[in-house]
Nanobody, 123 residues
Framework: QVQLVESGGGLVQAGGSLRLSCAAS????????MGWFRQAPGKAREFVAGISRSVGYIHYADSVKGRFTISRDNAKNTVYLQMNSLKPDDTAVYYC????????????????WGQGTQVTVSS
């Protein structure tokens, strides 16, 4: 079973940046497609970004395109989410997740989840 641990969340002012990390316990980490999701208070969890095993395919939610960048380092078993130009609407708990399905943005298709890290953007 894959264990995922997120880090890097915190409080930032609007317009600022944060970089989230997600470390995976499973080897080979490179066999999983990875994704980031987020859940704001009172809202459903939503897809943010996904990256394929070999970094050949990357996709984003429209709400974060041009501001967020997903990347991975298979040698370090880690996936990252660089978040720039943050807005108060980006406030949420951010989760990383692992899936065997290429290009998925559906929660139900991700088998493994981290515990989440809080991101708060003040106006």
């Amino acid at each position: 079973q894959v264990q995922l641990v997120e880090s890097g969340g915190g409080l930032v002012q609007a317009g600022g940046s944060l970089r989230l990390s997600c470390a995976a316990s499973e080897r080979p980490f490179s066999s999983y497609n990875m994704g980031w999701f987020r859940q704001a208070p009172g809202k459903a969890r939503e897809f943010v970004a996904g990256i394929s095993r070999s970094v050949g395919y990357i996709h984003y939610a429209d709400s974060v395109k041009g501001r967020f960048t997903i990347s991975r380092d298979n040698a370090k078993n880690t996936v990252y989410l660089q978040m720039n130009s943050l807005k108060p609407d980006d406030t949420a708990v951010y989760y990383c997740a692992a899936t065997a399905i290429l290009g998925s943005s559906r929660m139900g298709e991700y088998a493994y989840w981290g515990q989440g890290t809080q991101v708060t953007v003040s106006s």
